[in-house]
């Protein structure tokens, strides 16, 4: 993955990205994955909407919790500050993006599973 943001910032300021803009890139590319396997999960799930709603409301708050973050950290605030007074910002960054990924890993199991027995029978 950290290999493919290269190549894509490769084209910005002469080759090289600032080491501050790389997550910026990973939390675009990360925010798109999401939103791609929730909808794959809403089209597999026979169009129920519960599931991938809460996907999207979760990496939106991942999104927006980065981009906050983002902001502080260019703003030029040390890393000891932004570690005491930001730090809860990350942990729901995290979270929020570790439960996306865990309700996409088991809706994606359970609707593939549903879909194998029906597409067995005979």
């Given at each position: 993955m950290f290999n493919c943001i290269q190549r894509i910032s490769r084209s910005y300021r002469g080759g090289k990205i600032l080491t501050s803009h790389k997550p910026l890139v990973l939390l675009i590319l990360c925010i798109n994955i999401q939103a791609f396997f929730a909808h794959r999960m809403y089209v597999l799930s026979g169009r129920r909407s519960d599931l991938p709603i809460i996907v999207f409301f979760l990496a939106s708050i991942r999104f927006i919790g980065s981009i906050v973050a983002a902001s502080k950290v260019f703003g030029?605030?040390?890393?000891?500050?932004?570690?005491t007074k930001w730090g809860w910002l990350n942990t729901i960054c995290f979270s929020s993006g570790a439960g996306a990924d865990t309700i996409?890993?088991?809706?994606?199991?359970?609707?593939?599973?549903?879909?194998?027995?029906?597409a067995f029978e005979w």
């Open positions: 030029g605030i040390s890393l000891n500050e932004f570690s996409v890993t088991a809706g994606q199991c359970y609707y593939l599973y549903c879909e194998k027995r029906r």
